[in-house]
């Protein structure tokens, strides 16, 4: 099963919704996480509630791979630090550098300094929640592939590059 965390806005349930149907339509089972405050407003994120409900609703489920995008990556490195999931790959496309503080940044490389050598990042080369040099700082020394698409924004609309990711063999 793929575990997708999306970015924060309510815009990125239909770029969720894209990417699932792609996978589904590969036959890959989805879990789909939708944030809280997508369905009320009046709610701010509160990510130990979100890995709470993250974590019951795939308990007892096997999930070999997150897709997780801008927050949700950072959601994502906090339930690998935590050991609430060990997926085979990790699939982060679009950290959002210029939006996480130093110690969450920090969290980030411990989680994917456990996770090297199956994690996989796509980052756009203009994204203008954090630059290419931002992103080389966190990654360095860490073993990971890092896909860079040519792009102005933080869309990350790539089901044929995850796809490929999930499809591949790990070396």
Known sequence: MILYLPGYSAKNKV????????????????????WKHWSDESIDLNIED????????????????????????????????????DPQKIILLGIPLNDLDRDEKE????????????SFLIHNSKDPHG???????????????????????????YPEDVLSILKSKMV
């Open 15 to 34: 770029e969720q919704q894209i990417m699932s149907k792609a996978f589904t339509s590969e036959g890959y089972e989805v879990f789909l996480h939708e």
């Open 50 to 85: 979100e890995m709470e409900l993250i974590s019951q609703a795939i308990q007892g489920k096997s999930i070999e791979a997150i897709v997780a995008k801008s927050i949700g990556t950072y959601v994502a490195a906090r339930l690998i630090w935590s050991r609430l999931i």
């Open 107 to 118: 969290l980030m490389q411990l989680s994917l300094r456990r996770v090297q050598g199956k």
């Open 131 to 157: 630059s290419v040099d931002d992103l080389n700082g966190l990654v360095r020394d860490i073993r990971l592939e890092v896909i860079l698409k040519e792009a102005e924004n933080h869309d990350y609309l």
